[in-house]
């Protein structure tokens, strides 16, 4: 058999016994990696029962305002850290992917 008909055929199987060996040296996210991610530190806003005056009403729009804004922002800030983690993960994918069609090709 000639042998890049045996990688060809086999690349299957050469995949799904590196992604077990991947597997087994990737460790999951443990519950203190989960912890490590910083919480929000704004401030909710008391909310009255009722409002005594228009002014009193008006501060408490301008807190609620800073606070959306506030987690807005931080959860912007995740998505930055999230989506390096994602291209980071996905780099790793095309190396492996890189790394097959280069054994494949020979």
Known sequence: MNNRLFIRL?????????????AQEAKAPDKAAASSVPKHNCVRPDA???FESDA?????VKQMDGYRDCLMAYR???????Q????????????FNGFVSAINKK
């Not at 912007?76 to 850290?81: A, D, F, P, R, S």
């Not at 390096?84 to 190396?95: K, L, P, Q, S």
């Open 10 to 22: 086999f690349s299957p199987v050469m995949l799904v016994a590196a992604m077990n060996v991947f």
């Open 48 to 50: 009255p029962a009722k």
């Open 56 to 60: 009193q009403q008006k501060i408490f």
């Open 76 to 82: 912007n800030e995740m998505n930055k850290v999230a």
């Open 84 to 95: 390096a983690h994602i291209d980071a993960a996905n780099g790793a994918i095309e190396e």
